[in-house]
Each structure stands twice: as C-alpha cells, then as structure tokens.
C-alpha cells in the first residue's frame, strides 16, 4: 500500500461527509441493476415492469437485427479497439457510420467520437477558446456547459428558446468568435428549439451555431440550419457512441485537435456495428419514430396535456417530493418512470419524465395514463 492510513482516512471521511450532505437533502442516488428485454420491458429488484424512462426511442436497443449486426463485428473485428483511433484503433466500420451519418444529416462529413458527452466536452473547446464567448440555452445538457466550460471561452446563458434574447445578447458585446449551443429537442421537457430563428440571429452576429440532436435522431424530422450538428448513437440508435457532422474541414481539424478523440480509445467494432445497422433501419422504417411521436400524443390525449413535440412529455408535479411518490407509486403499478428533480429542472418544477418508444403498446399506455390522471387529481393539478 502505498497510501498512508491517515490520507486514507480523511479520504474516506471527506466522502462521508458528502454523502451526508446529499441525504440531508434526500438527494442521494443509488445504482438499480436492471435487465431491459424486448418491448420495453424491464426486470428489476424482482418486478416485471414496462419501461416509460429509457432513451430508446425506436426499440433498437432489444432489436434482433441490430443485436446479430454487433456480435458480428465483434466476431469480425473484436472486442476491443485496440488504440485510438489515430493508432490502429480506427475499424473500417466507422468510414460505413460515418458516412451514413453525413448522408442522413446533409453535411459533408460526420466524425464519431466515443460518446455524445466525449463528443461535447472534446468539439466544443476546439471551436472557441479564452477570449471568445459561449452562449447556450439555459436548459442545454450538462455536458454542453462542461464543454463550453473546458474551452476557456466566456459562458453564458440565453433564455429558454428566446432568440430575441439570444440576438441581444450576441449584439451587446464582441469577441472573435461566438459559439451557440442549444438542443434540438430538450431532454427534460420534450420541446423544440425555434431552429430558424435562433439560426437568423446567429447569422446576423456572425456567430456559429451548433446543435445537440440527442433527443431529435430518428424521433423528429426536420431540417437543421446549423453548420455543425452533434448527437448520440446511445438513444434512438440503440447502441453507443456520439457523432458531430459539419464541413470537411471542421471535421478535419476535430481529428487533429479534438483531445477526446486524439486521447482515448476507439469504440468497440460491436458498437459500431449495431449503430450502423441501427441508421439503416431508421433510414428504412421511418415509421417507427412517427410511432414514437404517436404514442407520446395518445398519452398527451388521455392526460389532457397539450400536444407533445417530440416522443418525451414531462408531467410537472411541482414538488420533489410528490415526484419521487408518483414515481414510486407508478413503479408499484407496474411502470418503470423516472422522476426529475431540482437540480436537473428548476425549482419549483420536479416532474416525472415519461419517454416513449415506437414498442409501447396502446393498452399499457391507456394503463399509465389513467395512473396519471389520478395523481395528477390528487395533486390539485
Ligand atoms: C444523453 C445526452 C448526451 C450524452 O450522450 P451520451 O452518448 O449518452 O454520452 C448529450 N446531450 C444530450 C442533450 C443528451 O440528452
């Protein structure tokens, strides 16, 4: 052992500590083994629950084509990458994803990094540095700020989907260079961002725009003006991974400078391939995502909720406290619902997010729906 005992101890008291902190707060969290299957099913703790809070959206995740294209291109190419992908690590699988990435996003070149996070945390600082500015969305992802924050460049906020005060913003002060960063489609709320007019405002400072399409891949259609556009392989695509799209030279330059990309490990060849399998049935079965959407407005119908944006509806409780009750109380009905609380939200809004998947069957959603309703009731609301 090379660590003193002492350190060891004001380690283990430091975490302690925390921790405390945390359960004074009631804000402790805690890791839930849980096996998915197919449909949207979920086993865990010993129940049988139908799944209304993971992130895939189209089922690819439990779907057999995309379940044999990855254990093939892990039989192929094997387990591991090896190296980064500047080494040896890049598989001939990633020229295959990242040219259907490109084609599905009209770009003319896509780079896929090892997630959407490593994705955001690694672009962002090779777009802007000390001395230009950020400027996102106050409801942009955590790993949006990490990166703005990582690039060194002046962070700011702009209110939620406002591109009047985004245009503000940008006209009352100058830097070399301004990056604006928003959601397609908002993680915790399931609504849009006004693409065209914050894409105007954007062009009239001369700043650059770029968007995170976690939640829009294969959900939303619709055409995205911003010069470089970033996502997930890990929520409707099934498998994992991040990807940014942009010009050739953007993209270029990102494999030259993108630390995260130049400094860590190429994906495993199975994720690869089940993401690449994934693109083309999403290419083939556009369906599928309208499913999504549709099933996310029949439960917006029985709820008397206005009609949702996306294949994501969070029912506002108001309360963190009623939001971990109705969470609970729906797991006991069978249904598997995540319940968002401050900090993730604003104060004052702790929600149940309920995510809906193209696999969902109308009777279990007519099921949650009259749950809701009657916490809903409950609640005053
Ligand atoms: C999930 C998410 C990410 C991160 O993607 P991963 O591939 O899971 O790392 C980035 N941005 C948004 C908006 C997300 O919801």
């Not at 096996?35 to 086993?43: D, P």
């Not at 690869?272 to 917006?300: H, Q, T, V, W, Y």
């Amino acid at each position: 052992m090379t660590t003193s005992r002492n350190g060891a101890q004001s380690l283990v008291a430091y975490a302690e500590e925390k921790l405390a902190a945390l359960a004074d707060k009631r804000l402790t969290r805690r890791l839930v083994p849980t096996r998915r299957g197919e449909a949207a099913r979920a086993a865990r703790d010993g129940a049988a629950l139908i799944s209304f809070c993971d992130n895939d959206y189209l089922g690819l995740s439990q779907d057999p084509r995309v379940k044999k294209a990855a254990a093939e291109a892990a039989l192929e190419y094997g387990a591991g990458a090896g190296a980064s992908r500047l080494v040896t690590g890049d598989c001939p699988l990633y020229g295959a994803l990242e040219e259907r990435l490109a084609r599905m996003k009209g770009t003319e070149a896509a780079l896929v990094f090892g997630s959407g996070y490593l994705a955001n945390v690694s672009a962002i600082p090779v777009l802007v540095r000390p001395g230009d500015r950020a400027l996102l969305d106050e409801r942009s992802h955590a790993c949006m700020f990490a990166g703005a924050r990582l690039s060194g460049a002046h962070v700011e906020t702009f209110r939620h989907n406002d591109a009047g005060d985004l245009a503000r913003r940008l006209a009352a002060a100058r830097s070399p260079r301004a990056l604006v960063l928003t959601e397609t489609v908002f993680s915790m709320d399931g609504d849009r961002a006004p693409l065209d007019a914050i894409a105007a405002a954007c062009e009239e400072a001369g700043a650059w725009l770029m968007t995170d399409d976690a939640h829009g891949l294969g959900v939303v259609p619709g055409d995205n003006p911003a010069p470089v556009q970033m996502g997930t392989l890990s929520k409707a695509a099934g498998a994992y991974g991040g990807y940014v799209c942009g010009p050739r030279a953007l993209i270029e330059l990102l494999v030259n400078r993108a630390r995260g990309l130049v400094f860590t490990t190429g994906l495993p060849p199975a994720a690869l391939g089940a993401s690449i399998a994934a693109l083309d049935i999403m290419a083939r079965e556009p369906e599928r995502g309208a499913k999504a959407r549709a099933n996310a407005a029949l439960f917006c119908r029985l709820i008397d909720a206005p009609a949702p944006e996306s294949a994501i509806v969070p029912v506002i409780l108001g309360d963190p406290e009623a939001a971990l009750a109705a969470s609970q109380r729906l797991s006991e009905a069978g249904f598997l619902v995540a319940a968002i609380r401050p900090p993730s939200v604003p104060e004052g809004t702790a929600r149940l997010r309920v995510a809906f998947s193209a696999v969902h069957q109308a009777a279990d959603i007519e099921r949650l729906a009259a749950h809701v309703r009657a916490i809903l009731r409950e609640a005053g609301r």
